[in-house]
T-cell receptor, first 112, second 112 residues
Framework: NAGVTQTPKFRILKIGQSMTLQCTQD?????MYWYRQDPGMGLKLIYY???????DKGEVPNGYNVSRSTTEDFPLRLELAAPSQTSVYFC???????????FGPGTRLTVT | AQSVAQPEDQVNVAEGNPLTVKCTYS??????LFWYVQYPNRGLQFLLK??????LVKGSYGFEAEFNKSQTSFHLKKPSALVSDSALYFC??????????FGTGTRLTVIP
């Protein structure tokens, strides 16, 4: 039981490039989330999904896109990377909104 | 605006002494309340949650939290701090899949 896995762990992008952050969970959780964590700012919700085929915006969705074709996978797409997207990105999953969230190890992204 | 506040960026406590990490929330409805801990270069790990019922919630590693509805607080406590408790602690309130808020975190340092 691996829990929530994220790839890559680190990435450096040039301005204007695009990339996909991968997230997979093996706990059969219906809810999945993407957050960004900036220093001293806590976590901000980017997108979330309540089940396969259903996604919705969180607090800071601009510049990102997601898809949820399976229960297990919830990739986050960055189009036209900007320096403001430099952050640590965490994927999480839970069983329902009252369930505790299980977090992946994070992806540290730098855009220069 | 809805939010979760952790008024102390840093809490220092001597090993063996009781510790308290404060959290207050301003979230509509009756939110679910959570505490998570983050160790360096790791994702967040669940400590405990309040859904309903007894106001005193017990969690992992000897931590507990007291829910106070009138003060909209959910302070994290431990009777006797360990050096290994040193980490970053986050309080979160969930009132819906797209209505969830994390505090900015409190860095706990336990001094030997």
């Amino acid at each position: 039981n691996a829990g929530v896995t994220q790839t890559p762990k680190f990435r450096i992008l040039k301005i204007g490039q695009s990339m996909t952050l991968q997230c997979t969970q093996d706990m059969n959780h219906n809810y999945m989330y993407w957050y960004r964590q900036d220093p001293g700012m806590g976590l901000k919700l980017i997108y979330y999904s309540v089940g396969a085929g259903i996604t919705d915006k969180g607090e800071v969705p601009n510049g990102y896109n997601v898809s949820r074709s399976t229960t297990e996978d919830f990739p986050l797409r960055l189009e036209l990377a900007a320096p403001s997207q430099t952050s640590v990105y965490f994927c999480a999953s839970s069983y329902g909104q009252s369930g505790e969230q299980y977090f992946g190890p994070g992806t540290r992204l730098t855009v220069t | 605006a809805q939010s979760v506040a952790q008024p102390e960026d840093q809490v220092n406590v001597a090993e063996g002494n009781p510790l308290t990490v404060k959290c207050t929330y301003s979230v509509s409805g009756n939110p679910y309340l959570f505490w998570y801990v983050q160790y360096p270069n790791r994702g967040l790990q669940f400590l405990l949650k309040y859904i309903t019922g007894d106001n005193l919630v017990k969690g992992s590693y000897g931590f507990e939290a007291e829910f106070n509805k009138s003060q909209t607080s959910f302070h994290l406590k431990k009777p006797s701090a360990l050096v290994s408790d040193s980490a970053l602690y986050f309080c979160a309130a969930v009132a819906g899949a797209n209505n969830l808020f994390f505090g900015t975190g409190t860095r706990l340092t336990v001094i030997p």
